[in-house]
């Protein structure tokens, strides 16, 4: 079983930056970004569409190659669209291009998943055995860090790049989420285990960001992870309109900043562990 739902920010008149694929195979969540350059939408689109479904990128080498075999018609065709523009567009195109992130996730067999990602994007497994999230990010506190970000002009930096496998279980779920998502998912993960996190919370809470505001609301909440976060959220993304139900209300509580929303998932054992 897949599933894939993506929505705009309701507050804004604006195009939806993110763009996700959703096979029995793979998933990969990009999210373009739109305070940096041009054409975000259409970028991370292009990224999920040329994306290859069926042989993991495993290695910033390969993450590097594919990038560079595709970048070229993207910019040739976006410059010309800029060039229509006044003269700022076009300076704003050379300047900054076009940027976003990238995750994804490969089912290699029953039992293996290969993820790599790039950005601020994660991707992650559950498991409703053992009860444990893996995730491909870095820190909690990391998401209020300016995140690296695929670039149709510019190279690569190897500090970006994350891969590994996560090793499944018959009870197993992979799925992917931009940002905003991202962050609430793992901070009541942490929350649920704050005497397995507490160093990461702490980091957090120094941040005084507006992420260390969601924490400081959340953790007014008794959380059960898997309750009140995972089996919450995979029936929300049912739809369009459940999805967004779903994150107004989170949005409301104040648990979850406001940005465009996307998740995918897969369930490899095509069941509902409970």
Request: with cysteine; glycine share 6%; net charge negative.
């Amino acid at each position: 079983m897949n599933r894939g739902v993506s929505i705009a920010k309701w507050n804004d008149h604006v195009a939806n930056e993110d763009a996700f694929f959703s096979s029995d195979s793979c998933i990969a969540v990009s999210d373009g970004a739109g305070g940096c350059g041009l054409f975000a939408n259409e970028w991370s689109q292009y990224l999920i569409d040329h994306l290859p479904k069926d042989k993991p990128i495993s290695t910033y080498s390969e993450l590097d190659d594919w990038v560079d075999g595709i970048w070229e018609p993207f910019y040739n065709e976006h410059e010309e669209k800029a060039k229509g523009g006044d003269g700022i567009l076009l300076n704003k195109f050379y300047n900054e291009g076009s940027c976003a992130t990238i995750a994804a996730a490969w089912m290699k067999s029953e039992k293996v998943c290969q993820w790599m990602a790039y950005g601020d994007s994660v991707v992650f497994h559950y498991s409703f055995l053992t009860g444990i999230l893996e995730h491909s990010f870095t820190r909690l506190s990391a998401f209020s860090n300016s995140p690296r970000l695929v670039s149709c002009k510019d190279p690569l930096e190897k500090e970006g790049f994350r891969s590994g496998e996560f090793t499944l279980n018959d009870t197993s779920i992979v799925f992917a989420a931009s940002d905003a998502l991202s962050h609430y998912i793992l901070m009541m993960y942490e929350l649920s285990k704050c005497k397995e996190y507490g160093e990461e919370l702490a980091e957090e809470y120094l941040k005084h960001s507006g992420n260390s505001q969601l924490l400081k609301t959340a953790e007014t909440q008794r959380v059960d992870f898997e309750k009140d976060v995972i089996l919450q959220l995979m029936p929300a993304s049912e739809s369009e309109e459940s999805f967004k139900k779903y994150l107004v209300n989170l949005y409301s509580i104040g648990v979850i900043d406001m940005d465009d929303f996307t998740f995918v998932y897969v369930n490899p054992f095509e069941k509902h562990p409970r």
